[in-house]
């Protein structure tokens, strides 16, 4: 199966973890938590969020930044904020590739984004907003990403409970 990285730095709300962990679950990403991050690992709000999901998850918790980038030393990083110089759609994303989100209140160090402008980018939206949710924004990312890769070892089609397709 394809790889896929999602990588939350400092992430601060529960409830959007807990929403990215069940993201990564049903699309068989790894998840990669870098600390500080602004709650425990063990907050009910975080499981609520990710419901029965858990089990199917792969987390890797980091100390930091700097802990993060010498343990995948030679990965593929993409960068994912509203300062980018181009859209997501923009890029071909590789297999084991990591993308990375900031946290809900500060995005990405801006170090970050300038030393890497090439694989920075953003999800198009109107210039009023100042950001679309963490989890959404992860979700589209994703989605993005396996769409390219045309889904790979994901169900495409589901099934009715009361009744059969095409009758």
């Known amino acids: 199966m394809a790889e896929l990285n999602i990588v939350l730095v400092e992430p601060e709300i529960p409830q959007n973890t807990g929403n990215i962990a069940r993201t990564c679950a049903a699309t068989g990403a790894r998840l990669h938590l870098v600390e500080p991050m602004g709650f425990k690992v ?4 975080l499981k609520r969020a990710g419901l029965d999901y858990w089990h199917f998850l792969d987390i890797t918790y980091y100390k930091s930044l ?4 010498e ?3 030679g990965g593929k990083y993409y960068y994912f ?3 980018a110089p181009q ?7 590789p297999d084991g590739c990591y993308i990375l989100f900031g946290k809900e209140t500060k995005g990405l160090p801006e170090w970050l984004l300038h030393d890497n ?4 980018v953003r999800i198009p939206m ?6 679309l ?4 924004s992860v979700a589209i990312g994703v989605y993005e990403i396996l769409r390219q890769w045309d889904y790979p070892e994901l169900l495409e089609n589901g099934k009715l409970r009361e009744f059969e397709w095409g009758k």
Do not use: V
Not at 42 to 45: G, L, P, Q, R, W
Not at 66 to 69: L, P
Not at 117 to 120: G, L, S, V
Not at 133 to 136: G, H
């Open 81 to 83: 904020s509203t300062k």
């Open 117 to 120: 402008p090439k694989t920075t």
């Open 126 to 131: 109107i210039d009023e907003a100042r950001s």
């Open 133 to 136: 949710n963490l989890s959404n």
């Open 87 to 93: 859209k997501h759609t923009d890029i071909s994303y």
């Open 66 to 69: 700097d802990d993060f980038f």
């Open 71 to 73: 343990r995948t030393k």
């Open 42 to 45: 063990d907050d009910k709000k």
